[in-house]
């Protein structure tokens, strides 16, 4: 199938920046969001990260343009009904994005692929609630979606093998990189990339070092881009919250069972950079010594 018309419900923080990725590479986007309010949140993010690339003098004024002119923003999830594929990237709660792919179900055309960004939830049970389970995959991007190369393709045991291969030559036409992965909780990055983040707060906890000194050697020592504590907080708090639940939910491992103190600072409402504030009162400075 030729991928041209691309829906996107949703348009958070990674909602906004795969509609951006889309539109970077020549597809026409549909962005849908719940209300006017929404909508108008994820039109500011599309604008600002493509004008902190006009900034850089990584973008033309134009493109900024013509890419800006390939996203239709609605809040009328029937205006997906053409879509070929639609990328959903609601919050990470599983009756949600049931409901949502019910009714895409009975919205799109019979061939659309419908895809899910979900971090860690069990993409068979959201496939098994429409009538194409065969046309429904996981397609895991990373915040920032702009900037990060890899794709996750997530098949079900139900899922046609010519979908998952169009879905990773897609990935690749958006220039990123596809991981085949299975349907199993975190698929890989999550699986591997939360315990750590998870233990960095049970050893802020413990006072074995603290935050600076945490995110300074794993950057330094590892050559890690950011430590776990700014990582934390670009991902966003809540959501890497949310995903160590189901990890642990589903493995019963302690290693995922979240850290006290990153319950603390969700309750507290101190959720990352979406925020303004989490373990960092808004962004990280490296200049700043350990404390
Ligand atoms: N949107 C768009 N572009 C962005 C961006 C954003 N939010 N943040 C940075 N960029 C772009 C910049 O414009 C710049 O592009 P250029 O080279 O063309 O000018 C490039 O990224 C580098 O940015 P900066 O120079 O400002 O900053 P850094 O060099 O410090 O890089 C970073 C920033 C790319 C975020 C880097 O620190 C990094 O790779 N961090 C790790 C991120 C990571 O691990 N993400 C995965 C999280 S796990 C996840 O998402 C899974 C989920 O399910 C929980």
Redesign the pocket.
Known sequence: MAFERVGVVGLGTMGA?IAEVFARAGLRVIGVEADAEALARGRGHLER?TA??VD?G?LTRERQAEILGRVTLTTSRADLRDADLVIEAIPEVLRYKVSLFEELDRICKPETVLATNT?SLSITAIAAATGRPGRVVGM?F???A???KLVEVVGTVVTAPGVLQEISELAGRLGKTAVAVGDRAGFV??RL?LPYLNHAAVLADQGVAGRDGIDAAMRLGVGL??GPFA?LD??GLD??YE?MGVLFDETRDRRHAPAPLLRELVTAGLLGRKSGRGFYDGEPREEQGPR
């Open positions: 920046g990260s902190r690339a850089k990584r971090s895991h990373f915040n920032p702009p900037v990060m990055v999550n990339l881009p950011m990582l670009l991902i959501t890497a995903v």
